[in-house]
């Protein structure tokens, strides 16, 4: 047997690359659009809760895109407390397989590229499904991926106004300082759900839950709106799906099944279901389905995340370190 190498790229690589946002969002979305046109497998994800002592679990999401010419397997934990030890929320590695004969090919950090990756569907999802003229961002939440949903949103939207609230305090205003700073314009760090949430044209929740908690009322969502609600738990009421006119998720298969996720009361319950979805964002990033057909619509967007994207971004990622050198090419076999 031949000599088999890997291409490494640890999360100093990963940041030498300086990804630009026009980039994460092309890679992320070319996935989506293979999803769309039917040229994917997505195996469910699994998940991993070591005890509940001690508030955290690992994700194992599994996929193939054949125009990519990629299988990849990606492990991430999600621990709710880590900010205690003065570590993010999520660790992750993603390896990428040869489709055809199994041979490893790469090893990357995965924590920046979950959310990179995160940020990029919540975009896409807003391109596709929002009024063009939003121009207020409600953000809950201020955790890793949050930083990407609303600087890739705020790329694509350039908005007037960006609220931000979080249950910390301390959090929320180092997370609306940074991206005062990245964005160079003024982020407004709301004191309670209520303000960050209504009026806004675009509604993110991305909340740290405990378990579930009704927190963001459906009264508060305008007429028009984008609602993307993809908390591990709940914090939507019941009634939210009752005043949409579209849903939409970016896999039903990984949204119908499960313990966890924003809307499984609702699939529990009949709300949605493969009759009340409209579509998943592949067939319409692929036009196969319509998005968004006028600003008096209200849409939902749910979603769980998905290999694919970790996939495409993660060879994306590994076409730029070649051009530029970077990253470690080590033995394997």
């Given amino acids: 047997m031949k000599p088999i190498y890997i291409d490494y790229l640890n999360a100093l690589d990963i940041e030498a690359l300086a990804m630009t946002d026009a980039e994460i969002i092309g890679a992320v979305e070319a996935g989506l659009v293979a999803q769309g046109k039917g040229q994917t497998v997505i195996e469910p994800r699994v998940h991993l809760e070591p005890d509940p002592a001690f508030h955290g ?5 599994r996929g193939y895109v054949a125009p990519l010419d990629a299988a990849g397997v990606k492990i991430v934990g999600d621990y709710v407390d880590n ?10 590695i993603l390896n990428l397989f040869d489709p055809r004969t199994g041979t490893p090919r790469a090893i990357l950090d995965a924590t920046v590229i979950t959310d990179m990756r995160t940020g990029a569907v919540t975009a896409i999802g807003a391109k596709h499904l929002a009024k063009k003229s939003s121009k207020v961002l409600g953000h809950i939440g201020a955790r890793g991926t949050a930083y990407w949903n609303v600087r890739l949103l705020d790329h694509l939207f350039d908005f007037d106004e960006i609220r931000v609230h979080s249950r910390r305090p301390e959090s929320r205003d180092s997370f609306v300082a940074r991206l005062a700073a990245d964005l160079g314009k003024p982020v407004m760090a709301v004191a309670d759900w209520k303000s960050c949430v209504e009026g806004a044209d675009i509604v993110v929740e991305a909340s740290r839950l405990p378990e579930p908690q009704p927190l963001l009322k459906t009264e508060w969502i305008n007429r028009g709106a984008l609602v993307v609600p993809y908390g591990t738990m709940s914090a ?5 799906t009752d005043i949409m006119q579209k849903i939409v998720v970016d896999d039903w298969g990984q949204c119908k099944g499960g313990k966890f996720g924003s809307l499984r009361a ?5 709300r ?8 998943e964002l592949g067939q319409i990033a692929a036009g196969l389905k319509a998005g968004r057909q006028s600003d008096g619509e209200t849409i939902l967007f749910w979603h769980r995340g998905l290999s694919l994207s970790d996939i495409a971004l993660g060879k994306a990622m590994l076409a730029k370190a070649g051009e530029k050198g970077i990253g470690q090419r080590l033995r394997f076999a």
């Fill in 236 to 240: 939507v009421e019941l009634s939210l």
């Fill in 57 to 61: 679990h690992f994700n194992v999401l």
């Fill in 83 to 92: 900010y205690l030890h003065g570590l993010p929320s999520e660790f992750g």
């Fill in 266 to 270: 609702h699939v529990e319950t009949g």
């Fill in 272 to 279: 949605l279901s493969e009759a009340t979805l409209h579509a």
